[in-house]
């Protein structure tokens, strides 16, 4: 990987903690009448009692404990934190935020590296000696909702998570929320994330375009005559027979410079477990519509309109073809405008390359759709002996709010820095309940656009009001801010996404459960087979005839087995 796309994605880390900030419907404000942490409040809402008279006052439900309430977890030492003089995994200024403003007293039953963390999950679940409340993967919550070591929170959610709690973590229409159900009851909180940064766009040369007279893509044969075109028709005009007309790399099922957007342009999702017309799931790479995807493949091939030796190189080195003026059109994710675009578009602090940001069109009259993953990347679960499990939804609500404020303030400082004087790196790992903003980029994608054409941040939250800024810049004229301005002017990538949630154009992988049995032990050879056969049909090293026999010695080296084990994990769920 390349320094500049190193910094580009570390960039956009530290974006993601607030980007993560916003909900998608475009609110960075606290929901109407959502209860404060209050420093003064003497009850102790742990203590629900009976019915309340008509008369009673509603209970507020982030309250402060008076006097503190400690509730236990398992640490994970995150190795990028770089700690504040006299703070540690166990006492640290995020702790102390939480007893200062709600009462609840954080307290690490353990601490492992994160290196170690899932292993001593597993340990501690054998023990039966769980903490109040601990974060685990997938597989883990099986057993424990299994062993009925672990709560119905179905409860506690509708009573403790505050509307804008609710809001949050159902962003995604609520897939992300019922992912944590089991026979219809709320077993764990999802630590959500967003699906949609994968999701793919097309970048294509626009003044290549206009050279060869050519018009913008409606189609995906409208893709194909735009490729043979650049690859033929000399589009940097140096007289020699030395462009191609889409740059690709070896992992062609990778995010960026991958083909995911191509296949999806044909129906076809390999990589991904679809939905069938008969109920069942199926994986998407053995379906017929990747058999045609790999033929169109073959023949961009054969006819020069693909790098002769994309299977021998990674992105950064595939990235070299756009960057020097010899690929026109690439696939890739909402941040290919910062890298590696960039790197050739903007010379000199000018802007010498033209590309144009395209929804991936279809072959047909039916939606390409693109497909992501759940987003979830793992659960909390609360013990079913904790005292005060709605201590967790407290910590839980304190976290969004801190996340979802969209007004000056030092919220977001308090939970991710640390001390404002020394921000120390990484600290809002020390979060014991993270969630992450599903519909970052749908925020941005909507709101950003609106705050530029009228020149007004307010409407933003802080997090995209830098963004903004950046965007001013290179109006005024900074093109080192070319990406910013790819990313979130009108009809820039990020707006682009939340179109496509607009249109339900994403198509959610069916299968979000943990490795099957045989998953974990076939898996990695399926996937490895796929890559070989893939690569030669498209390399013309073998006819594409090579798909049919490809699909059943999947079938018989265990994917038949996988299959039906993926639906009757489905159907237990």
Known sequence: MTKAKRTWIAALLVVALGTTAACSDGGGNKSEGQGEASASASQSPGQTGGDQSPDAQPEDIMAKYDPPIEISTGASVNPTVVWNPGESIDKNSVYDNYEQELGIRVKNKWAVDTSQYDAKVKITIASNDLPDFMYVQRADLDQLVKSDMVMDLTDLYEKYATPETKKFLTADGGAQLDSAK????????????????PAQILYIRNDWLKKLNLQAPKTMQDVLDISHAFATMDPDGNGKADTIGLSLQKEILASDSGLIGYFSSYHAYPGKWIKTASGQVEYGGIQPEVKTTLKRLQDMFKAGELDKEFMVKDSSKSAELLVSDKAGMVYGPFWMPSWPLQGGAVKDGKVVQDWGIYAVPSIDDKPALQPVDLGVTGYYVI?????HPEAVFKLLNRWV?????NDPTEDVAKYSQGSLKDKPQAYYTLNPVLVYNIGAQLYSGEMMP??????DPSMLNNENKINYENVMKFEAGDANQYGAYMAFKEGGSQPLLYEYFQEGRYLTNAYSGPPTATMADRW???????????????????SVDEFDKYVEQWKTLGGAQITQEVNDWLQSH
């Open 524 to 542: 990695a050879t399926l996937q490895a087979k796929e890559m070989e056969v893939f690569t030669k049909i498209i390399t013309n090293g073998a």
């Open 182 to 197: 089991s026979d219809g009851k709320l077993m764990a909180i999802p630590r959500t994330d967003a699906p949609y940064v």
């Open 450 to 455: 609106k705050a530029i054409k009228a020149k």
């Open 383 to 387: 013990s079913k002996k904790a005292k």
């Open 401 to 405: 709010t801190a996340l979802t404020r």
